[in-house]
């Protein structure tokens, strides 16, 4: 069955840390997206991605970055986590051509 | 230029009742407008679209009507039920393919 994961779907770490955030779909989709979305609130696009090797940043400004090595894998990287990044990351991706965006289910991150 | 302004924040109805949710956009690039349904713990889920070269939509319960002149669409449901409680938001996409989406409105629907 064809569809998007994201692992973990909660984490719970410490000032400092370094995270991956995984971001995995099965449906040959060559656009990718990450969006941050805190609690009630809209969802704000982060960082995207076309194709293989290709990442730009979204619309918030973040301080993850992303690499898009394999056309199913999109992970999002905190070289040094802090607790304004305290959040839901939600992973999208989306059929060339196509418009509808089918996300993750999310993973909710807290920095302590 | 690029915002989507949703109301309202929350919407309270009773078992049967339509709840309307609205939308406004201002950048008139955007030709692409889906709706999408969040339930808690879960990621969003497209509900219906709509393109400008239409005024309304319907798919089952859910109908969206589109004012390209105001730059306004909603989104009614037809028969609530208690089921269709969660988070519905708007968005507004254009060809760069980015979607732009609302602040939210969080629905109950009371038994």
């Known amino acids: 069955e064809a569809d998007i994961y994201q692992t973990p779907r909660y984490l719970v770490i410490g000032t400092g840390k370094k995270i991956t955030l995984e971001c995995s779909q099965t449906m040959g989709h060559d656009k990718m997206y990450w969006y941050q979305q805190d609690p009630g609130m809209e969802l704000h696009l982060i960082h995207y991605?076309?194709?293989?090797?290709?990442?730009e940043k979204g619309d918030l400004s973040s301080e993850s970055t992303v690499s898009r090595i394999r056309t199913e894998h999109f992970p999002l990287t905190l070289e040094s986590a802090r607790p304004s990044h305290t959040s839901q990351y939600l992973c999208?991706?989306?059929?060339?051509?196509?418009?509808?965006?089918?996300f993750g289910p999310g993973t909710r991150l807290t920095v302590l | 230029q690029q915002q989507v302004k949703q109301s309202p924040q929350s919407l309270i109805v009773q078992k049967g009742g339509i709840p309307i949710i609205n939308c406004a956009y201002e950048n008139t690039a955007f030709d692409y407008f889906p709706w999408y349904q969040q339930f808690p713990g879960k990621g969003p889920a497209l509900l219906i679209a709509?393109?400008?070269?239409?005024s309304e939509k319907k798919e089952g319960r859910f109908t969206i009507s589109f004012n390209k002149s105001a730059k306004q669409f909603s989104l009614h449901i037809m028969d609530s039920q208690p089921g269709d409680s969660a988070t519905y938001f708007c968005?507004?996409?254009?060809?760069?393919?980015?979607?732009?989406f609302g602040q939210g409105t969080t629905l109950q629907v009371k038994p």
């Open positions: 999208a991706s989306r059929l060339a051509g196509g418009n509808e965006q089918f």
């Open positions: 709509i393109r400008p070269d239409v």
């Open positions: 991605s076309y194709g293989v090797n290709s990442t």
């Open positions: 968005a507004a996409g254009s060809n760069t393919g980015k979607l732009i």
